[in-house]
């Protein structure tokens, strides 16, 4: 094969073939490359895309970059269905297979040890979103409405602090209640930093942003617990997505949060290895 060696993860060998229209970056289809009883599922992209240089400027590329990251979790995905992955870093390229094979070699007991680890396990994500509250839309003065002086200015910048204080905390404490209640269900969980409304596009304030290391056996349960906590306090949103590959807690890509266009937990990280 010519062309660069791109990586989407590492598994042991598994006898379901992947889908036959499997296709990833580029429209590259996916195959397998075994070595050391590993599997590294791999496709060829051009050095024209992802030699050194050029792949820095298309991490500038918010389109290409999303593109690119569907792509790498399209097949990340697909190897969930049969098996668990130890997905890489978006854009991890090597020259050919042999570098492919040196770096199986290198990591060998670390995959080894993860995938013991996370072997009949799945990530589900969690994010609570704290809305604007019945009583904050009351409190706060209707934008046309000068205040007659300049105490009642501050009458009024104090009931909008304290309202929005009051649902802060709230907030803290159905997320960390919520919390409680799911790790108590999980294996493991991580809490990645909130997320950015302004940056995410999605309304409300992200007060809860974690991802649950579950067992296949029990994720069902799970997704029960969490769909029942949906209604139980009014003026939040708990959102639940997943099965995902265990991105979280592979150490592979850090609590980055989702990867651009997946909307994921976890996702393929916005780093790049570079070229092998």
Known sequence: MTGLRYVYAVCRPFGTPL??????????????????????VVST??????????????????????????????????????????PLRLATVFRDDSAVRVMIEAREDHFRALLDRLDGRVEWGVKVYAEETAEFAASAPAASAK???????????????????ETWQRAERF??????????????????????????????????????LVSRAHSEEFVELVDRTKDEEPGFRVELTGPWAAYSFTGETGETGDAAGTGGTGGAADAAEGVS
């Open 19 to 40: 889908q036959a229209e499997l296709t990833g970056v580029g429209g590259a289809p996916a195959g397998l490359l075994h070595h050391h009883g590993l599997v590294a």
């Open 45 to 86: 992209v051009p050095e024209a895309d992802f030699g050194e240089e050029e792949l820095k400027a298309h991490l500038e590329d918010l389109d290409w970059l999303a593109a690119t990251a569907r792509a790498h979790q399209g097949v990340v995905d697909a190897l969930t269905t049969v098996t668990t992955p130890l």
């Open 147 to 165: 205040p007659a002086s300049g105490r009642d200015y501050l009458r009024q910048r104090r009931a909008r602090g304290q309202a929005k204080e």
């Open 175 to 212: 997320a960390h209640a919520l919390h409680q209640r799911l790790a108590g269900r999980a294996e493991d969980f991580r809490l990645h930093p909130p997320q950015n409304s302004a940056l995410s596009g999605t309304p409300g304030l992200n007060v809860l942003n974690a991802a649950y």
